[in-house]
Nanobody, 126 residues
Framework: QVQLVESGGGLVQPGGSLRLTCTAS??????MGWYRQAPGKERKFVAG????????YYEDSVKDRFTITRENANSTVYLQMNALKPEDTGVYYC?????????????????????WGQGTQVTVSS
Protein backbone atom coordinates (compact mmCIF):
# COMPACT_ATOMS: atom_id res chain seq x y z
CA GLN A 1 0.00 0.00 0.00
CA VAL A 2 0.90 3.63 -0.43
CA GLN A 3 2.30 5.61 2.47
CA LEU A 4 2.21 9.41 2.59
CA VAL A 5 4.39 11.40 4.97
CA GLU A 6 4.02 15.15 5.54
CA SER A 7 6.59 17.53 6.92
CA GLY A 8 7.25 21.27 7.16
CA GLY A 9 4.61 22.46 9.60
CA GLY A 10 5.34 24.80 12.47
CA LEU A 11 4.56 28.07 14.22
CA VAL A 12 4.70 31.27 12.18
CA GLN A 13 3.51 34.85 12.62
CA PRO A 14 0.82 36.35 10.38
CA GLY A 15 2.28 37.26 7.01
CA GLY A 16 4.92 34.57 7.23
CA SER A 17 5.54 31.58 4.98
CA LEU A 18 5.86 27.82 5.26
CA ARG A 19 6.52 25.07 2.74
CA LEU A 20 4.87 21.71 3.34
CA THR A 21 6.21 18.52 1.77
CA CYS A 22 4.44 15.22 1.15
CA THR A 23 6.43 12.17 0.07
CA ALA A 24 4.70 9.07 -1.33
CA SER A 25 6.11 5.55 -1.26
CA UNK A 26 4.98 1.93 -1.60
CA UNK A 27 2.80 2.23 -4.70
CA UNK A 28 1.48 4.32 -7.56
CA UNK A 29 -0.21 7.63 -6.80
CA UNK A 30 -2.01 9.74 -9.39
CA UNK A 31 -3.86 12.90 -8.32
CA MET A 32 -2.80 14.35 -4.97
CA GLY A 33 -4.07 17.09 -2.72
CA TRP A 34 -3.84 18.98 0.54
CA TYR A 35 -6.60 19.29 3.15
CA ARG A 36 -6.67 21.08 6.48
CA GLN A 37 -8.66 20.75 9.67
CA ALA A 38 -9.04 23.69 12.04
CA PRO A 39 -9.70 23.01 15.74
CA GLY A 40 -13.29 21.87 16.23
CA LYS A 41 -14.10 21.99 12.50
CA GLU A 42 -14.40 19.57 9.58
CA ARG A 43 -11.50 18.74 7.31
CA LYS A 44 -11.61 20.94 4.19
CA PHE A 45 -10.02 20.88 0.75
CA VAL A 46 -7.12 23.30 0.25
CA ALA A 47 -5.38 22.48 -3.03
CA GLY A 48 -5.12 19.67 -5.57
CA UNK A 49 -2.82 18.69 -8.42
CA UNK A 50 -3.24 16.20 -11.26
CA UNK A 51 -1.01 13.19 -11.86
CA UNK A 52 0.73 15.00 -14.70
CA UNK A 53 1.25 18.13 -12.61
CA UNK A 54 -0.28 20.28 -15.34
CA UNK A 55 -3.64 20.97 -13.63
CA UNK A 56 -4.20 22.54 -10.20
CA TYR A 57 -7.15 23.83 -8.20
CA TYR A 58 -7.38 25.89 -5.00
CA GLU A 59 -9.92 26.70 -2.33
CA ASP A 60 -10.97 30.34 -2.68
CA SER A 61 -9.42 31.62 0.55
CA VAL A 62 -5.90 30.46 -0.42
CA LYS A 63 -5.81 31.51 -4.07
CA ASP A 64 -2.83 33.75 -4.87
CA ARG A 65 -1.25 32.85 -1.52
CA PHE A 66 -0.69 29.08 -1.73
CA THR A 67 0.95 27.13 -4.55
CA ILE A 68 0.86 23.36 -5.01
CA THR A 69 3.61 21.74 -7.09
CA ARG A 70 4.80 18.25 -7.93
CA GLU A 71 8.14 16.68 -8.79
CA ASN A 72 8.60 15.27 -12.27
CA ALA A 73 8.98 11.81 -10.74
CA ASN A 74 5.54 12.25 -9.08
CA SER A 75 6.84 11.04 -5.74
CA THR A 76 6.69 14.35 -3.84
CA VAL A 77 4.16 17.17 -3.66
CA TYR A 78 4.68 20.58 -2.06
CA LEU A 79 2.44 23.30 -0.70
CA GLN A 80 4.10 26.71 -0.59
CA MET A 81 2.10 28.92 1.79
CA ASN A 82 2.69 32.67 1.76
CA ALA A 83 1.01 35.60 3.51
CA LEU A 84 -0.30 33.27 6.19
CA LYS A 85 -3.29 34.30 8.27
CA PRO A 86 -4.51 33.09 11.68
CA GLU A 87 -7.44 31.39 9.95
CA ASP A 88 -4.95 29.18 8.10
CA THR A 89 -4.19 27.44 11.40
CA GLY A 90 -4.90 23.72 11.48
CA VAL A 91 -3.59 20.24 10.82
CA TYR A 92 -2.63 19.86 7.15
CA TYR A 93 -3.08 16.46 5.51
CA CYS A 94 -1.69 15.10 2.26
CA UNK A 95 -3.99 12.86 0.20
CA UNK A 96 -3.37 10.56 -2.75
CA UNK A 97 -5.47 8.63 -5.27
CA UNK A 98 -4.46 5.28 -6.80
CA UNK A 99 -7.54 4.46 -8.92
CA UNK A 100 -8.06 7.40 -11.28
CA UNK A 101 -5.24 6.92 -13.75
CA UNK A 102 -6.04 9.78 -16.12
CA UNK A 103 -3.20 12.26 -16.12
CA UNK A 104 -5.05 15.59 -16.01
CA UNK A 105 -7.81 15.31 -13.41
CA UNK A 106 -7.80 17.16 -10.08
CA UNK A 107 -9.67 15.59 -7.16
CA UNK A 108 -11.57 17.87 -4.78
CA UNK A 109 -13.91 15.39 -3.07
CA UNK A 110 -12.40 13.94 0.10
CA UNK A 111 -13.98 10.51 -0.37
CA UNK A 112 -12.25 9.98 -3.71
CA UNK A 113 -8.80 9.87 -2.12
CA UNK A 114 -7.66 6.46 -0.87
CA UNK A 115 -4.53 7.37 1.08
CA TRP A 116 -3.82 9.98 3.73
CA GLY A 117 -0.81 11.13 5.68
CA GLN A 118 -0.74 11.60 9.43
CA GLY A 119 -0.89 15.39 9.19
CA THR A 120 1.40 18.24 10.15
CA GLN A 121 0.42 21.12 12.44
CA VAL A 122 0.46 24.68 11.11
CA THR A 123 -0.11 27.46 13.64
CA VAL A 124 -0.30 31.10 12.58
CA SER A 125 -0.24 33.40 15.60
CA SER A 126 1.42 36.56 16.87
Amino acid sequence: QVQLVESGGGLVQPGGSLRLTCTASGGTVYAMGWYRQAPGKERKFVAGISASGTSTYYEDSVKDRFTITRENANSTVYLQMNALKPEDTGVYYCAGDETRWRLNIVIVTEGEYEYWGQGTQVTVSS
